[in-house]
């Protein structure tokens, strides 16, 4: 760790992209698939909506995309902070 | 060939791998028992993840829970794989940086205290042991099913297993078994769908399927099953019921399944924290290609149902009974499903007898009830094969398949409890003086304990047996994960706050359990009967967990800040769990 200043950016920018992961998330799933459904009911899929979509394959897909994007933006978080492991 | 000769040869040759790997990856020092030396490659490990997150009850039951309610049961799907999201970001990598091999350890540790850790091992044990009763009981159902010993043998027979790669190999033993566990279980699992898939829509892909067109009305999938139910008097198989009830619900699955400490020290094993991350996106991709399929099985299983029980449509004769498919006779002998032709008409007619619509249309038609008097939900993924009409290899495929999924979940909830009694308790509060040969040998007589008490448990399920399994979520929801989350991503939680939290979490979530489930789930004891009516705000108490975790949260944040903030060392080790560097180094003690 270089200094104080660079470990609070770390960190600061960690809580950001997990806030922004977790907002997208929430809409992905609690949002279309549950709560937000009739907005989106017009939309339709396969003999149903959109809605029914996300809450039984969209959510998971989404879910895989955000760990995976998450550990590729905080593994390169790491190098540039020079707080990965050799 | 008969079936059930096939039967034994697919388990037989799926034990015979498992032990194989049992010899091959003995462990040889705490390390390799607790956290597989922590060389697991991060595919590898999300492989055994997938294998250990998912039990009898995601294998079994839960397409069989979404084939029979629909839309709303989307929570299991939903809840069970968002929690991921939450484990990714919130504590797998940290975990993995403070590199202890026991969940309760970092409890203890950030919050120095030992009565936090007391508090997080008894926590660990009630979730553990919950959930490994049913592991057990499915394999002994399974293994009465499918090789035709009686239940009780069949539950001898995975314990045995069970103990011979466990206590031999421990978690590096589990691991690899877990791996060759999640291969056989998948392909059980997706096999027979492909084939229902491609039978009704033409797609081989089951979760595209769902949302083909159905080969014989032309129209989507979807809209041929609304269809058949509503001709029938059920509840239509897309539409919501009540959205805030259903979201809560997820959120309790999802905070759950982020809490569980069996899954957390999966974790443990991967050489660097960028391994974690990663590894919790593997296991993901893993664990969808079960969860993609499952929605499809259910809702491809409930039309083939329909339509054997209506082979001439709803308008037409419902079935002879004599027409009936063998796997009726099959099924009906292990009492989980049942006919009854109650007019007597030799016909069998399956409907929703509770529709006031139907009720007109029976009268009218000469029926005088349901006919189909018991189906139950466990048949739906077990049966499929046969109500598809596949060979006799993919039924023997999913009984090993069956198997796979009960004994890898089994046995990371074993090791999850063996090395909290072996390390947190033996070692750091009753004999810490204990040397490092002394501490293997006593996390393979605990590991061998808890097998030993999960097969009596098994044999005797209590009465409550499922009633616990709310219980187990609840209280990961509302004890451990709130707990690990504020001692990574807060400094000012203190011993005092962390404990009084976890605490007041489980007290709330265990009371009001209590009194709609009964005192520790004695029938009969419950203050309040377990009615929509009574219900707290309307909150049923499967779906308590959340509210259990805000309350944990909100009573460490009131009185970590009315009283003093934890020591600097230990401001200073939060500091270090959240950077990646110094991973390696911190693997002893």
Known sequence: MADKSSANAYWAANKRIITISLVIWFFCSFGFGIILRPLIAGIGVGGTDLGFWFAQ????????????????????????HGVDEQ | MDQTTLNFIFVGASFALYFGIAIWARAGSTSEFYAAGRGVNPVINGMATAADWMS???????????????????????????????MAMLLAPYLRKFGKFTVPEFIGDRY??????????????????????????????AF????????????????????????????????????????????????????????????PIPGLGLFSTH????????????????????????????????????????????????????????????????????????????????????????LNIMTTMWPEGVQGEAVQQEDLPDWFQTWAVTGLLAVEDKNGDGRIQYYNEGSADMQALAAERGWQGNELVTFNRDILVLANPEIAQLPGWVIALIAAGGLAAALSTAAGLLLAISSAISHDLIKSTLNPGISEKGELLAARISMAGAIALATYLGLNP???????????????????FPALMMGIFSKRINSAGATWGMLAGLIVTCLYLFTYLGWFFIP??????????????????????????AVNFLVAYLVSNATEEPPQEIQDLVESVRIPRGAGAATGH
């Open chain 2, 215 to 302: 080969a014989g009305t032309g129209e989507p999938l979807l809209v041929t099953l609304n269809g058949l139910l509503d001709d029938l008097g059920f509840n239509s198989y897309t539409t919501s019921t009540n959205p805030w009830l259903m979201a809560l619900f997820t959120l309790s699955l999802m905070i759950g399944t982020a809490g569980l400490p069996h899954v957390i020290i999966r974790f443990f094993t991967v050489p660097k924290v960028a391994d974690a991350r990663w590894s919790a996106g593997w296991a993901l991709v893993f664990i969808a290609l079960l969860y993609l399929t499952a929605p499809a099985v259910g809702a491809m299983a409930r």
């Open chain 2, 462 to 480: 209590p009465g409550f047996a499922a009633q616990t399994v709310a219980l187990a979520f609840g209280l990961a929801a509302a004890s451990l």
């Open chain 2, 112 to 141: 120095y205290s030992t009565t936090a850790r007391v508090v997080a091992v008894i926590c660990l044990i009630v979730i553990s042991v919950t959930y490994v009763i049913g592991q057990m009981t499915g394999a002994g159902v």
């Open chain 2, 56 to 86: 009898a009850a995601s294998f079994i039951s839960m397409a069989g829970l979404i084939a029979f309610v629909g839309y709303t049961n989307s929570s299991f799907l939903m809840g069970w794989t968002g929690g991921y999201v939450l």
């Open chain 2, 144 to 203: 009465s099913r499918f090789l035709e010993v009686d239940a009780t043998t069949g539950l001898f027979i995975a314990s045995a297993t069970v103990f011979v790669y466990a206590v031999l190999g421990g978690m590096k033993g589990i691991t690899y078994t877990q791996v060759a566990q999640y291969c056989v279980l998948i392909v059980a699992y997706t096999i027979p769908a492909v084939f229902i898939s491609l039978q009704l829509t033409g797609n």
């Open chain 2, 524 to 549: 009969g004891t419950n203050m309040l009967e377990n009615t929509a009516s009574n219900y707290l705000f309307g909150i049923p108490p499967t779906h308590f967990g959340p509210i259990g975790a």
């Open chain 1, 57 to 80: 394959q969209g959510s998971i897909l989404v879910f895989i995309l955000l760990i995976f994007n998450y550990a590729r933006y905080m593994n390169s978080l790491d190098r540039e």
